[in-house]
């Protein structure tokens, strides 16, 4: 079955403490991107990859790191997280970053960082 | 960055009752999606708009890219309890590549 895997679903961490947030997708895409959602705020994307080992920020990449080194995976990482980035995470993947193409997204990862 | 203007934020209808919901940017768009998202679930896409003046149908959801390049609109006729979510509108131009603009969503709930 065609998905985009997230893991965890659900951390609750302290201030400070790095962690990391998995995705793996199985299509053979290229393009693979993290968003995070807040109320009121929609989808806002924080760091997109084209390709493997071409990343890029997106429009909220402070406080994140990503990489990739594979194509199927795109781990996004918390240095040292802050309240603020309390939040739901997304990864989404597409097909190419050529041409446009629709992106597939994971099932979420909700982040508490008291 | 570019921004998408989606409304209304919210929405309470009837079972049966028709719904829209439209999207507006002040940039021009290549592509317009249309995802629900369902509680607890990742967005899933419901209809992809690729030319301006398309008009393309899934089931009883409707959407159309607008003239202008600028807006579009999401209909649902006949809705049903299953409808509930948050629908999003997401647009892609020229000049941000692959990437997705979203709008802040529109959450639907429909009353039996």
């Known amino acids: 079955e065609a998905q985009v895997t997230q893991n965890p679903r659900y951390l609750i961490t302290v201030t400070g403490k790095k962690l990391t947030v998995t995705c793996s997708q199985n299509?053979?895409?290229?393009?693979m991107s993290w968003y995070r959602q807040d109320p009121g705020l929609g989808l806002r994307q924080i760091y997109y990859s084209m390709n493997v080992e071409v990343t890029d920020k997106g429009d909220v990449p402070e406080g994140y790191k990503v990489s990739r080194k594979e194509k199927r995976n795109f781990p996004l990482i918390l240095e040292s997280p802050s309240p603020n980035q309390t939040s739901l995470y997304f990864c989404a993947s597409s097909l190419t970053g050529g041409g446009f193409t629709e992106a597939f997204f994971g099932q979420g990862t909700r982040l508490t960082v008291v | 960055g570019q921004q998408l203007n989606q409304s209304p934020q919210s929405m309470f209808i009837q079972e049966g009752e028709d719904v829209s919901m439209n999207c507006t940017s002040s940039?021009?768009?290549?592509?317009w999606l249309w995802y629900k998202q369902d509680p607890g679930e990742g967005p899933v896409l419901l209809i992809a708009l690729y030319k301006a003046g398309e008009l393309t149908s899934n089931g009883r959801l409707t959407a159309q890219f607008g003239i202008t390049r600028k807006d579009s609109f999401l209909n649902i006729s006949a809705s049903i309890p299953s409808d509930v979510g948050i629908y999003f509108c997401a647009g892609q131009s020229d000049t941000s590549g692959s990437r997705l603009t979203f709008g802040e969503g529109t959450q639907l709930t429909v009353n039996p």
């Open positions: 940039s021009i768009f290549n592509t």
């Open positions: 299509m053979n895409h290229e393009y």
